[in-house]
């Protein structure tokens, strides 16, 4: 089970490099989806709201909670 983490963790920082050197170094395209890929994993995806629900959506828009 160590092994099995320890090679995960070597791949998460092959990954992670890879997608930093496409947001410094990739067409606008690219450098955008790197970007975003970073900031997801770092800071984790933003909450989506539904616009059917008129308390969520107001928190989203007034951006509270």
Known sequence: EDE???GNLLHKAVV???LADIAKKGTP???VSGAIA???RA??????FS???AT???KAVDMTE
Do not use: E
Request: hydrophobic letters at 25%; a positive charge; charged letters at 30%.
């Open 4 to 6: 099995v983490r320890y």
């Open 16 to 18: 992670i490099k890879t």
């Open 29 to 31: 395209g690219a450098r």
């Open 38 to 40: 970073l900031l997801d």
């Open 43 to 48: 800071y984790g995806k933003p909450p989506q």
């Open 51 to 53: 616009t059917r629900d």
């Open 56 to 58: 969520n959506f107001g």
